[in-house]
């Protein structure tokens, strides 16, 4: 581990108040080929067990997966916060779920889409849990761009969703969606004093933007960044979580 880093670690460690969060992909869990099989390696869940387990330390992992996909991969429950779905999905806290407000955006969304689904064979709705689908690949090319012309009309009454135009597909959500967000939340939730946040991806870097001085962001892997400190991959990610674990635990003790 470069020294600097080490320095960093032993800095967040005397922090009276300590937020370690982090990705899940290509962090704790070596990316291969099929996303389903990918498994956190046992040494980062251990270290964050540890931390987790330690008084005025908070761990939580962001990721853009889908919670229960990323709770089932991960094996990580309470005291451990989880949010899935790059900052939209929370497993519990602050923002478990969606707030009334925003859940009855969705509901309305979700009908507007129902309707306009209706009018268009082959068109259907997908409901997930912070987003609205809808699906246009089994109806004809016209029909497709009609109905997706008048949703798109439609929804001109709510003017903060995020509309993703995907491949025959068009998701609408109603939960602010990026990790910076996901992140100032965690961090005010558990009134952090100091946090250290781990990604290795281009929207880790929405994470890495609101940290502070007192704060460490830790790159892995290659390719342009904010963070302060790097590391090569997620061995080395679950070093530098067992050795702040290995800290607290002694600053913890004196
Ligand atoms: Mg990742």
Redesign the pocket.
Known sequence: MVSDLAGALAGLSAAPRLLVAS?????LAP?VADPGAARPLPAAIEALRLLGGLPDTFVALV??RALAELTALSGLGPPARLVGSHGAEWSTGPVAGLDVERAGVLAAVTETMEDVAGCYPGVLVERKPVNAVLHVRRASREDAAAAGAELTERLARWPDLRVAHGKQIVEVGVAPNDKGSALVTLRSAAEADAVLFL???V??EDAFAVLTPQDVGVKVGPGETRAAYRVDTPEDAAAVLAELAALRVSANRS
């Open positions: 990705d899940f992909d290509g962090v990316i990721s853009g990604g290795d991806d929207t880790d």
